[in-house]
């Protein structure tokens, strides 16, 4: 029983579809203890300073996963190892760990050196709390993290390849099991540095999940000094990458700079909804743009272009199927989703409020978010990795802009001010302001979605305009099961009284299902191509079992 168990966990999975719906299955239990990881944060420390100060010390190690660690991470892994034999793939992978240790770790030495002078430049209103000392040995100890995300994502490249994705998405898993444990257990003894220390843990358990992987394949790295021409020929290919990863971070590390200027509990109120926003963004866009970028790659490389744009416009289709639904959705079931996740211990009703408002606005860009991340991974495996770094490059500027006029002008123009926090239902809640930043964050999303799925043509001519017929269906049905969830919450509101945490999960959870069966019901009477290559996969997914790997290593003897 256990080894056929772990025959199932080890299987390759081959198929766009069963490949991309494993993973959101495995990617939903990582989510769940996400947010459970917020939930916990929530319930002891309530939206607050330490809260804010634990989310934003966070950014700067992701700064340098997003800057260094990416410059040799699986996407640009991926493509070179395929097809190659073992010995020239182990020494590629020596060669970029070694690499990731050295130019990593003189990277995060040098920052924490010099954490005091750059932090509270970022978040000055930190400079003056009691916290401060903590806050600058929290950052210290978090900047271990990237050299060990980093170490797992290059042995994560050799599980992808092999197609494990099961334990491809069981490492942040175990990742966010490290990070709770340090909460419950660490933090009480000592303090927000034992969430640091619970970070480190689960980084460590990441990173182990992959080598198991790498070792059954031949493919575990050694120490050895990197060739300068091999690490260069890389970072070449990888730097747009980088680069556009690094925007990523520096726009959310904007963002939450300017939230920290809104009073206490702004950035812990941002990042909370941020987080609820994206389970689903994993669910769906991460999870297709994960499962297509082997295929991209090796269909670009075999010069398929029919097969490469039709495995994009096949992703591209499901995102937007469930984009739409979950969307609207989420949108009427707001309140009960922050509710039930969040509303407990300090987490009071205003905040609850708040998150469940910015929540509101965020998941509008739900759709154009997943786009933008397959556009990425269909330029990357077609080699043209400047394209996502300019639309991260033009995303910055948009949406930290965007944020900054728009908070400017609630406090220049107060009748702005009072019709959008109005508009949401939280004008008598302090620290509405922070609404503006959400807006700014959303209008980036929407135009840079837009601009990727423009700029696909450039690989995948006509896509864009293949995708008006299940955009009109999936927004429709998408619509009607949104109307039929909302008249559930009226009916339902007046049964039974919301002043238990169950009455709320129970009201949620059969709005959602009307919703959600009136969208697949609309969906089925159209006829919808998408809904029917998800019982498709559904169904496939029952008989999997081991098959041979997709693009394996040359002369690799290990058995799949």
Known sequence: MVRAFLSKLTAPVRGLHQAA?????????????????DRIFAHTFGAG????????????????????????????????????????????LSETSSFLIIAGGIVCILLAVFAPLYLFLLFPTFAHSVNAPSFVMLVRILLLQPILLGLSGILGSVTQIKRRFVLFALSPVLYNLGIILGTVFLYPKFGILGIGAGVV??????????????????LMPRPTIPSVKTILSVVRSSVPRSLALGMGTVTTLGLLS???????????????????EAVPLSLIGAAYATAAFPVLAEQHGKGEKDAFQSTIGAAARQIILWSSVILVLTVVLRAQIVRVVLGSGAFDWNATRLTAAILGIMVLSLMAQGIILLAARAFYAAHRSWNPLLVQLADCGISVASAWGLVRLGQDVPMVRYFIESLFRVSDVPGAQILFVACGFTIGQLIMGLVALITLRTVAPGTASKLIRPILESFGAALLGGTAAYGALALMGNIAPLTKLYYVVAEGAVAGMVGLAVACAVLSLLQNQEMREVWSALAKLRNLRPLKPYAPISNDQTNP
Do not use: C, W
């Open 21 to 37: 719906y494993l993973l959101a299955l495995l990617t939903l239990a990582s989510q769940i203890l996400a947010l459970a990881r």
């Open 49 to 92: 300073e330490v809260l804010d100060m634990y989310y934003a010390a966070f950014k700067i190690p992701d700064l340098v996963f997003a800057i260094v660690a990416s410059l040799v991470s699986a996407y640009v892994l991926i493509p070179r190892i395929s097809g190659m034999d073992t010995k020239a793939a182990r020494k590629l």
């Open 201 to 218: 843990i689960g980084a460590i358990a990441h990173l182990s999940l992959n080598i198991p992987i790498a070792i059954n394949a031949g």
């Open 258 to 276: 300017l939230s920290s200027r809104l009073g206490a509990g702004s950035v812990s109120v941002f990042t909370l909804a941020g987080n609820l």
